[in-house]
């Protein structure tokens, strides 16, 4: 274990386990700073996009490596109905309240706890929201774990509890790009997610409501897919994302393997497991020179993000798994990436 501390007190944490893995994750949102992973030759480089000064995370318009919530994704209106009641939450993105808005857990000091086991390392990162934080409703408390085996195995945990019934779904941000320290873009990663079904979205990328079929259209990625065909298709919901992904799958039943990413050059596999009903895969369409990476200047489709969660969709349309979390029940998930080479 290592620790960085950084002049406005910030504090990093560095954790390896025995087989070439390492991350760091800054008390600041939780941010993964970096993953370790080894390629083909066993060559440990890290997979996840950062920046190159620590600066540069506060009001990061990308949320790179950030804890999302309390509501991840786009929140249409910035308003939602519970119990009856209406909740304004803030506005940050037009008149849409994105990611939590200004007061979301990316923008919180957590507080941080490292741990040891046999095959085992990990960090456990805890924060209170406050009754209408942002807006939303309840006195929450959250803790979040990072945790790396000795499988090179890299889980998320999340844990909330809430004083009342309110509206939770929690993420991660990371951008990954398995080349390792994003030596080549995303383009010609190849991507293969268990599902068949999508959320349109509309202008503004807020569902629609709309599910629809992947069937004969760029969202079939249910066999192992290249990603620069897709990215570069002319399919209005592709173009509407500023050319790429940034759509919710909603995972099929009984596959216990819902995502796999491979980049050849490299030998690095990734296979996401979770026990979340739907991911938002973004595929970095909004990255631009203006953020400056640890490798340089970022570009689009620099790296790509796995948003395992449910919907928010579901607080203003039908046929989407519940956000809701209901007073002194337990939100417990959990999301686990393996990685592997070929
Ligand atoms: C994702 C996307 C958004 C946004 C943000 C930084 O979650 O859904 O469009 O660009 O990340």
């Given at each position: 274990m290592t620790e960085r501390t950084?002049?406005?007190?910030?504090?990093?944490?560095t954790l390896?386990?025995?087989?070439g893995m390492s991350f760091s994750v800054l008390n600041y949102g939780g941010i993964l700073t970096s993953l370790y992973a080894p390629d083909r030759n066993g060559k440990s480089e890290n997979v996840v996009l950062a920046h190159d000064s620590y600066e540069d995370y506060i009001g990061d318009p990308n949320y790179l490596g950030a804890l999302i919530g309390r509501v991840a994704g786009r929140v249409d209106g910035s308003s939602f109905q519970l119990n009856g009641k209406?909740?304004?939450?803030?506005?940050?993105?037009g008149k849409n309240s994105l990611h939590g808005g200004m007061e979301g857990l990316h923008n919180k000091i957590w507080e941080m706890t490292t741990y040891q086991e046999e095959n085992c390392t990990g960090v456990v990162l805890t924060c209170e929201s406050s009754h209408l934080e942002g807006g939303y409703p309840g006195n929450v408390s959250i803790q979040v774990t990072y945790e790396l085996d000795n499988d090179n195995q890299f889980s998320i945990y999340y844990h909330a509890k809430s004083d009342q019934d309110t509206a939770l779904t929690l993420t991660n941000h990371s951008?990954?790009?398995l080349s390792g320290n994003a030596a080549r873009t995303i383009l010609d990663h190849h991507v293969q997610i268990a599902s068949d079904k999508y959320v349109e979205l509309d202008t503004d990328l807020i569902p629609t409501g709309n599910i629809e079929s992947v069937d004969g259209t760029p969202f079939d990625l249910q066999t192992k897919t290249p990603l620069r065909s897709r990215l570069l298709s002319d399919d209005p919901q592709i173009q509407?994302?500023?050319?790429g992904f940034d759509h919710t799958f909603l995972f099929k039943e009984g596959q216990k393997e819902k995502i796999v990413l491979q980049e050849e050059e490299s030998g690095r596999v990734m296979t996401v497991e979770t026990d979340q009903p739907a991911v938002v895969f973004y595929t970095g369409n909004n990255l631009s020179k203006e953020q400056l990476l640890t490798k340089g200047p970022a570009k689009k489709y620099d790296g790509l993000c796995l948003e395992t969660q449910s919907s928010p969709a579901s607080l203003h349309h039908e046929g989407f798994p519940s956000i809701m979390l209901k007073a002194g029940e337990t939100y417990q998930t959990n999301t686990k990436f393996s990685f592997d080479r070929k």
């Open positions: 950084y002049s406005q007190g910030w504090k990093e944490i390896q386990n025995e087989r209406e909740y304004n939450v803030h506005a940050n993105e951008y990954f790009n509407l994302a500023n050319e």
